[in-house]
């Protein structure tokens, strides 16, 4: 690929132990290279089935050039097309998400069942058939209620995580979870970053108050096996996980980590929550009083999913907050962050929204600033990659996960 010759070049001056080189967090042909080639490779989190909750409802996923709608069909299967009319080519759905009970082109009105076979299409010439001009399908995956998609003809596997993550999320039952608010923030910074920033907490103690009411930051980096710096709790915090995990293992909870196991793209694990929390929110107390899950030994801890290269998810016992982010431009992230309740939770009655999302709304704000000052620096004459501190080797997973896709992808091979 001689159009991505300089990414060639960046990724071969890469050092283990240190952040990327400059060019591949600041310039037009890094997020071209991201794009349209690297990011096409790999499965992307998209939504969860709360967003097409019901027969027609549908979700857009965007990236650069790629645009698919993710739809819920009559008989309650989740499919993905590309959003592209069979016809001459026309975008389908431009609503971010919405519900039909049919797919139509509102150029010439050629009209698609929510299979995406299509239905009608008038004045066409003799012989023509409709079989053989549906949309064309995308990649999609379920993994107990979270939505990935994959744009590759070969796509990477994903039975080793649908077996971690599936019958851990599953007690949450997000197939009755409602969507109760979503933000969408644009930050100022490249995506790497914003993964980046999410893979550590290193930077949490000074800058997340609120998060840290109910999540601690060991488990993130810190005070799990096969983490060099120990929980600033030391043999205490051991003591006290060893004694909560023995509680989840009588109740039937998995217990142990899964951390991006034989090249793979996932992390899982339960942790307990902070200060005696019951939920992720500022008082520590539950958002909503319908839960989503009732399965004993959940009620003081959350299940924490991570996938490379674009999403993360937290969730508790009365409520799920998913994470995703999408390269807008070489300096531009869009962070989408959802929070999910039971469906028959009742705003205003079993929960108020401003609550729900408090503690993460701060957070995020605080994460934007901190991506984007990241960002700034990164851009200047002085950036030399640098070196990660021993809690920062979560942030050294993703970056090897994106150096050996980006590799793969030029056809160099894994680094």
Known sequence: MSEYSSVTQWLGQDRQGYTLPQGLYVSRAAFEFD????????????????????????????????????????????????????????????????????????????????????????????????????????????????????????????????????????????????????????????????????????????????????????????????????????????????????????????????????????????LPLANGSRSQTIDGEPASRVPICVHPGTGDSSLSVWTQPNSWHHFCQDHAVTFSLTPLDADRTLLRTSWLVHEDAVEGVDYDVDNLAAVWRATNRQDSMLAELNHAGIATDGYRPGPYALEERLVEEFKEFYVETAKSALGEGAA
């Open 35 to 270: 794009t349209r080639v690297m990011l096409k490779r790999v499965w992307l989190y998209a939504c969860t089935v709360a967003h097409v909750k019901k027969p027609g409802d549908f979700y857009l996923f965007e990236m650069a050039n790629t645009s698919v709608i993710i739809v819920r069909g009559r008989d309650g299967e989740v499919r993905a097309f590309h959003n592209s009319c069979a016809h001459r080519g026309a975008k389908l759905c431009s609503q971010a998400q919405g519900s039909a009970p049919r797919i139509m082109c509102p150029y010439h009105q050629w009209t698609y069942s929510l299979d995406g076979k299509l239905l009608a299409a008038r004045n066409m010439p003799e012989g023509f058939e409709k079989a053989d001009h549906g949309l064309q399908p995308a990649r999609l995956e379920n993994i107990g209620g979270l939505i990935f998609i994959c744009l590759s003809d070969d796509p990477p596997t994903i039975e080793h995580a649908r077996a971690d993550i599936a019958e851990r999320v599953a007690i949450y039952n997000l197939e009755h979870c409602k969507v109760a608010v979503q933000d969408d923030i644009v930050e100022a910074a490249n995506w790497k970053l914003v993964m980046e920033n999410n893979r550590e907490c290193y930077h949490c103690d000074v800058n997340h108050p609120e998060l840290l009411k109910s999540l601690g930051t060991s488990g993130f980096g810190k005070g799990l096996p096969g983490d060099d710096a120990e929980a600033a709790q030391g043999a205490r915090y051991e003591e006290y996980l060893a004694a909560q995990q023995a509680a989840w293992r009588e109740a039937g909870l998995y217990t142990h980590l899964v951390e991006f196991p034989d090249d793979g793209w996932h992390r899982v694990v339960r």
